[in-house]
């Protein structure tokens, strides 16, 4: 059974870190990575990241504030947020994808998300 469990979301001032984990079980998945929706908007891709770590793919929103990283021997993704901003504040879901195609349309296998809030 395919399962992606999504931790360390949680509340921080505006310029704080967070730091959120996804362990996935039961595949490996080629392409991990986060989407976020936040109230009211539609869903969007926030960072993702092949298995070997060559390539990874970010928002222009976050570019140079976030960054994704991979422990394979963990099956494990990390979202490192740097610099947060209120606008960041959404539900953060991790996924799992065979390929870049998959990822890029949404599909794949999803987390439960994980809440993350950043006050002014």
């Known amino acids: 059974q395919v399962q992606l469990v999504e931790s360390g979301g949680g509340w921080v001032q505006a310029g704080g870190s967070l730091r959120l984990s996804c362990a996935a079980s039961?595949?490996?998945?080629?392409?991990m990575g986060w989407y976020r929706q936040a109230p009211g908007k539609q869903r969007e891709l926030a960072a993702a990241i092949s298995r070997g770590g060559t390539t990874t793919k970010y928002a222009d929103s976050v570019k140079g504030r976030f960054t994704i990283s991979r422990d394979n021997a963990k099956n494990t993704v990390y979202l490192q947020m740097n610099s947060l901003k209120p606008e960041d504040t959404a539900v953060y879901y991790c996924?799992?994808?065979?390929?870049?195609?998959?990822?890029?349309?949404?599909?794949?296998?999803w987390g439960q998300g994980t809440q993350v809030t950043v006050s002014s």
């Open positions: 039961g595949i490996g998945f080629y392409v």
């Open positions: 996924i799992g994808a065979r390929s870049f195609y998959e990822f890029n349309g949404g599909s794949g296998s």
